[in-house]
């Protein structure tokens, strides 16, 4: 039994960086990885970024490869998603989750996680 809870969403223009935080509490076992997504106006929500249970393995959407980096420090129980160079195209609805240390890593490409935040709001301006 994990909570999963986000933040650090917000207002910024085009070519501003932002940071998310992944707040993760509660019983987790063995351990667990970090997904982000994001689910655009209108759009279906779609991978983002992940990292492993040690930090020492992430993966990331192409969209995103090159501006976005996924971090955790796990003594703060806390994951981070840094946003820089950021597109209007970035304007979504964030959300983080966890999965068990156990499930491959490559599985958040589909968003197969089992603990779900409520999401925070990334609007950047043109």
């Known amino acids: 039994q994990v909570q999963v809870v986000e933040s650090g969403g917000g207002l910024v223009q085009a070519g501003d960086s932002l940071r998310l935080s992944c707040v993760a509490s509660?019983?987790?076992?063995?351990?667990?990885?970090i997904g982000w997504f994001r689910q655009p106006p209108g759009k279906e929500r779609e991978f983002v970024a992940t990292?492993?249970?040690?930090?020492?393995?992430?993966i990331y959407a192409d969209s995103v490869k090159g501006r976005f980096t996924v971090s955790r420090d796990n003594a703060k129980n806390t994951a981070y998603l840094q946003m820089n160079s950021l597109k209007s195209g970035d304007t979504a609805v964030y959300y983080c989750?966890?999965?068990?240390?156990?499930?491959?890593?490559?599985?958040?490409?589909?968003?197969?996680?089992?603990?779900w935040g409520k999401g925070t709001l990334v609007t950047v301006s043109s």
């Open positions: 990292i492993n249970w040690s930090g020492d393995s992430t």
């Open positions: 989750a966890a999965s068990a240390a156990t499930r491959p890593i490559e599985a958040a490409r589909v968003g197969l996680m089992d603990y």
């Open positions: 509660g019983r987790t076992g063995s351990g667990y990885h």
